[in-house]
């Protein structure tokens, strides 16, 4: 769909190599402003879908729930891993659901859902730290949820949460 090409395609405008192409996602406000008001939108879509069903098989989603001040001890290595396994764990638990969901209004908005987690997934592996590069097998704290817009909230409050917290602390070192 356009919004997700359009997603995609500013994506890649900002991928490079290195931080260059980071600064540039992270010093302009206005693109996270943008992402968060598309997961309000896909959230808001997905609630107006006439009967979506419960899923048969339960999927595992990260608690992306955080205290600031916690957050504020971490380096950006540990933000970026810790969000890395959040986004994972929500682009598999979206793939599941995928498969379980035949509804035409639920299964549009989850593969858009999946097309934006997997794009933010994809753009935070690219940037590497001195710790190395990002490896999956992580455990992030979870519950099972049978309710397909459980998948959307969550996603929303990652990216209001920790993903916007994450973007403004690189662009304190960054944006000078």
Known sequence: SPPGLLLLTSFLLHMEEGHA???????????????IGEAKDMEKRVGQCQALPALSCPM????????LQQWKSKSNETKQ???????????????????????????????QLYRHANSFLLLLQTFSWEAGPWEPGCSP????????????L??????????RFFFHDLAKDSCK
């Open 21 to 35: 192409s980071l600064t540039r996602l992270v010093c302009d406000n206005r693109l996270i402003q943008k992402y």
């Open 154 to 163: 969550t996603y929303r409050q990652l990216v209001q949460g920790k993903l």
């Open 60 to 67: 595992v989603l990260p608690l992306v729930d955080f205290s």
């Open 81 to 111: 891993q810790e969000i890395l396994c959040d986004l994972a764990l929500l682009v598999d638990a979206v793939a599941g659901a995928q498969g379980q969901v035949t509804q035409e209004c639920g299964a549009r908005q989850l593969s």
């Open 141 to 152: 704290r979870s519950m099972k949820q049978t309710h397909i817009t459980s998948i959307f």
